[in-house]
């Protein structure tokens, strides 16, 4: 139906709370879809709104808050896949806010990083920043965003900072047992791609493998490990270096799906077969992972909630009141068992 408006020309947020007979921050909060409300509150400023006609005006309200309506995504990840998901959830947490979304890829090993962010950071005046990994695993870029009054928010396969300022995996609780389903299958040749150095997660998911080895009892030769950077590439060079072994492994883990793409892919031009000659795992659960041949058995990463927790922190309080962010802070990854796996035929 609808409303009575002053003469201002477009609908105002003052229109919606005079006649929905709230407050600007009430207004405010069903926008920005805040858990402090009730049904029959929000429910009523749903459809003045919707009577009104009425828009917000984020450049209006920016000029309020001394910010503006964005959410940055910083990033420095090699791996276009575990972007794209992160971004994902990010939109998802977004959805139906006055927010949007802006991504900024930086050089991790630019001396000239930490100035070139800052510089972002201020000019674009962000609400808040979402950091990836590897780049949030560096306490100079979070005590950065803290100095210029920056909102931020660290991803890691570890936890990072307190629960506000942080959502983490249990990277290395996940490989370790998908490592001991490898060993229950009855392998002890069990080879490891392990991801680029000085990434969190890769130094995570290789520490869940080797304990999982140890408490085995079986012995890891550095032979039996190769290095890649989590491009299919890597994974189809480090496969090679392993299957090169006299006796070869008679399976591998690998710490991303990518890699482990490029491990099935080096094991056909062998001739051999997966699962029967080769077993493989991998790390992410990417749509790769189902729709290659043989499905790949893979530890299911949940990023895209990770992200989309993460936007619902740095949005909450909009108003600077003090909202509960009851989102968590803690996700846990899961095995997702496939076709790649079986016991070693030798």
């Given amino acids: 139906m609808p409303y009575p408006m002053r003469k201002t020309g477009q609908p105002t947020i003052n229109d919606v709370a005079r006649i929905a007979g709230v407050s600007k921050k009430t207004v405010s909060r069903v926008i920005n879809r805040s858990p402090l409300l009730n049904d029959e509150t929000r429910k009523r400023v749903e459809e003045v709104i919707g009577g009104l006609g009425y ?7 920016a000029l309020a808050l001394r910010r503006n309506f964005l959410i940055g995504l910083v990033h420095g990840n090699p791996n276009a896949q575990t972007v794209m998901n992160v971004q994902q959830g990010m939109l998802e947490g977004l959805q139906d806010t006055e927010f949007e979304m802006v991504v900024r890829p930086v050089d991790r090993g630019s001396p000239t990083m930490l100035d ?38 660290r991803m890691g396969s570890a936890a990072l900072d307190k629960p506000d300022h942080m959502v983490a995996s249990n990277d290395r609780e996940a490989v ?3 490592t001991q389903y490898l060993i ?7 080879g490891l791609i392990a991801g680029p150095h000085g990434f969190r997660s890769a130094l995570e998911r290789r520490m869940g493998f080797e304990e999982a080895l140890g408490d085995a009892g ?14 299919f590439e890597s994974g189809l060079a480090a496969a090679d270096r392993l299957l090169d072994l006299v006796p070869r492994p008679t399976a591998i ?26 077993s493989v795992i991998g790390f992410d659960d990417t749509p790769i992972a189902a729709h290659m041949w043989p499905p790949l058995t893979t530890v299911r990463w949940p990023i895209a909630s990770m992200a989309r927790s993460a936007a619902l922190k740095l949005i909450a309080g909009i108003d600077g009141e003090a909202d509960p962010v009851e989102e968590p802070s803690l996700f846990l990854s899961t095995l997702i068992r496939r076709a790649s796996v079986a016991p070693p035929s030798a």
């Fill in 55 to 61: 828009i917000p005006n984020p450049q209006a309200r």
């Fill in 116 to 153: 070139g962010l800052r510089h972002f950071l201020e000019r674009q005046r962000l609400f808040g920043v979402l950091l990836m990994p590897p780049i949030s695993e560096n306490d100079a870029v979070a005590k950065l965003c803290d100095d210029i009054g920056c909102r931020y928010v």
């Fill in 176 to 178: 370790r047992e998908a």
């Fill in 184 to 190: 229950a299958q009855g392998h002890r040749r069990i």
């Fill in 218 to 231: 079986i012995a890891l030769p550095r032979s039996m490990i190769a290095e890649g950077n989590y491009r």
């Fill in 253 to 278: 883990f690998s710490s991303n799906d990518e890699m482990a793409a490029g491990v099935i892919h080096a094991a056909c031009q062998r001739g051999l077969s997966v699962p029967r000659d080769l």
